[in-house]
């Protein structure tokens, strides 16, 4: 497994049609109104909004579309009957999931997740079936050419990165949370390129699927993030590079 298959959950699906992309695009709008009416307007000091324009950014979300998602949360009144929620459950073989929910209809996302699992070999757990597999971490990926590996590793560790390591054609670090704007800003300074750069939900150890089960696990995840009102899913399944990309 390459660096780039063990996160592709991290980027999972980016725009493969029009569709898809309004889809996409829309989600980002309310992560980013929601952030700036908790927050603020300014992402210095409002990580969560930081990550909803990282996100915006890596998706081609148009600017207009960006500050009129940022207006919304400091000046509306709507947009403040979102509820946040986590599901947990089960795909093929065991595989752990975790799906992180946007919602004004608390009913309607239940319904519709549950639809989703069961549709595709999946089953819903109860509340903190899955979450123990699973640490908040940041996670930065670098590509193989980025930079002398020791050099790039202090670094990282300097700036207080818990680790580092060297997998294949990338370089995998990570972070606590707390850690992720420093070790962040360490590689800006240095004109580092970050193929992925994200904190997320990592998991203690991975399931290996193919063939039969890996096409299922794929169209859950497919299913799951098709919903409107997902904002992330996370799971502890290594899927086959074909399975990933199709």
Do not use: C
């Not at 390459?2 to 829309?26: L, Y």
């Amino acid at each position: 497994m390459s660096g780039h298959s063990k996160w592709s959950n991290i980027k999972h699906k980016k725009g493969k049609n029009d569709a898809i992309r309004a889809k996409i695009t829309t989600k980002i709008g309310k992560e980013i109104t929601v952030a700036a009416r908790l927050g603020g307007a300014d992402p210095t000091g409002n990580m969560r909004l930081k990550l909803a324009l990282q996100k915006a950014r890596e998706n081609n979300v148009p600017k207009d579309n960006i500050q009129r998602a940022i207006q919304k949360g400091i000046g509306a009144t709507d947009g403040g009957d979102y509820e946040e929620i986590t599901y947990e459950g089960y795909g093929p073989s065991g595989v752990a999931l975790v799906v992180e929910v946007m919602t004004d209809n608390r009913n309607r996302a239940a319904a519709d997740v549950r639809h989703a699992f069961s549709k595709h070999g999946g089953n819903l757990g109860e509340s903190g079936s899955v979450t123990w597999m699973f640490k908040r971490k940041g996670v930065f990926v670098l590509p193989g050419d980025a930079g002398d590996e020791e050099e790039l590793m202090m670094m990282a560790l300097d700036a207080g990165a818990e680790d580092f390591k060297n997998d294949e054609d990338d370089y995998e670090v990570l972070t606590t949370p707390e850690n992720y704007d420093a070790v962040e800003k360490a590689f800006q300074d240095a004109d580092i390129e970050m193929t992925i750069s994200k904190i997320t939900m990592v998991p203690d150890t991975t399931i290996a699927l193919d063939g039969d089960d890996a096409r299922k696990m794929q169209n859950l995840l497919d299913a799951l993030d098709d919903l409107d009102d997902v904002k992330d899913v996370y799971s502890n399944a290594e899927l086959p590079d074909d399975e990933e990309e199709e």
